[in-house]
């Protein structure tokens, strides 16, 4: 498959965050050409302010193939990991990171910082960025406007009360 292809699917798990009232944001993890774990934020239906998409598929890819180290894996993910999910990559030795959207706030794998290829750490990854941008940024601009739209719909509600 391709990297367009794979990140469909992330775009698929960022849609069942989405469904789950969490910002939309979805993370396949592949080896071999195969997925080895999944993951969508669930950081408000865990009460975890680790469980972000990477962190999720991480873990499932883990105890899947039995290792904390992932090599020769590639990770997708809708938008670009933060510093927590970028040292986690760097840890568990990720060949390769494939993101959509860029976070011009809290990016880790070029955008504000790079903790994935940074020349002081022991392991460096291969970065692929702005794979279906448009798409993924869609998704979480939607999002975060639907969500002002309730809220300000809300305030409006309870000043009626």
Not at 54 to 62: D, F, K, L, P, T
Not at 104 to 132: I, M, P, R, Y
């Amino acid at each position: 498959m391709t990297d367009e292809e794979w990140m469909l699917q992330a775009i698929e798990l960022a849609s069942k965050a989405e469904q789950q009232g969490e910002v939309p944001v979805g993370a396949v993890l592949v080896k071999d050409g195969e997925v080895v774990g999944e993951g969508w934020n669930q950081m408000i239906s865990l009460n975890d302010p680790s469980a972000h998409a990477e962190m999720q598929a991480i873990r499932a890819a883990a105890a899947r193939l039995g290792n904390y180290r992932l090599p020769d894996c590639t990770l997708y993910v809708t938008l670009e990991p933060c510093s927590m999910c970028a040292g986690a990559m760097v840890h568990s030795r990720i060949k390769r990171v494939v993101f959509g959207a860029q976070d011009a706030k809290t990016g880790a794998a070029g955008s504000v910082l790079n903790l994935v290829q940074h020349h002081q750490f022991n392991h460096q990854l291969d970065v692929s960025g702005g794979v279906l941008a448009e798409q993924c940024a869609a998704q979480l601009s939607g999002f975060f406007q639907r969500r002002r739209a309730e809220h300000k719909a809300l305030k409006r509600t309870q000043s009626a009360d």
